[in-house]
């Protein structure tokens, strides 16, 4: 919330809908918080790696000529991997075999 009121105050000083606000950081920090599991120190530390990743990905959007959705590829793909490795983590598949008879 302070950083959003800061973005508002201090640069835009008006709100516009839809797109003149937010870029997107509330799906960033969904990602940042799943990363941190919840923990505010993390949280931190998480955000400043997550925040270097977007600004080293626009870095390599210009160097490579890629399209700026490859950011947000990256960030799903990261996503993906850290809900795929709590389901893998948290439940495991049993097989059972049926007795011969």
């Known amino acids: 919330g302070l950083a959003g009121v800061g973005e508002v105050a201090g640069i835009h000083h008006r709100m516009h809908y839809p797109a003149g606000i937010s870029p997107g950081y509330g799906f960033t920090a969904i990602i940042v918080a799943w990363l941190a599991r919840l923990n505010p120190l ?21 160097a490579l000529g890629l399209p700026v959705a490859t950011i947000h590829i990256f960030n799903g793909v990261i996503l993906l991997f850290v809900l795929g490795g709590e389901l893998f983590t948290r439940y495991q598949i049993r097989l059972k075999r049926r007795p011969e008879p």
């Open 42 to 62: 993390a949280a931190i530390l998480t955000a400043f790696l997550l925040g270097g990743l977007l600004v080293g990905g626009h870095s390599i959007q210009i």
